[in-house]
Nanobody, 126 residues
């Protein structure tokens, strides 16, 4: 059974950076597409970035040029590097995994994802 644990959240000033980690146990993340999602108070969960089994990527327009995603197979971890953070990036960030029918694709919509972590809080404020 795949288990996901997020870490790396915290309080950062506008313009700052954070790197979130999504560490897996139970099986290898290489068999899954991984997505990062966020949910702010009073808002629906939204997709931020995803990476396919073959490292294809998709992302939300709101994070273009500021966030990146990467895999470290040796550490069984996926990272979300967040730069030039804005107050509107404040949310709980979740990683999720699913085994896709098309290895080269991933989705920034939550529907196909079967496994979810518990989330990590990111607060961007001066």
């Amino acid at each position: 059974q795949l288990q996901l644990v997020e870490s790396g959240g915290g309080l950062v000033q506008p313009g700052g950076s954070l790197r979130l980690s999504c560490a897996a146990s139970g099986t290898t993340l290489d068999d899954y597409a991984i997505g990062w999602f966020r949910q702010a108070p009073g808002k629906e969960r939204e997709g931020v970035f995803c990476i396919s089994k073959t490292s294809g990527r998709s992302y939300a327009d709101s994070v273009k040029g500021r966030f990146t995603i990467s895999r470290d197979s040796a550490k069984n971890t996926v990272y979300l590097q967040m730069d030039y953070l804005k107050p509107e990036d404040t949310a709980i960030y979740y990683c999720a995994a699913h085994s896709p029918a098309t290895p080269s694709r991933c989705s920034i919509y939550p529907t196909p994802y079967d496994y979810w972590g518990q989330g990590t809080q990111v607060t961007v404020s001066s």
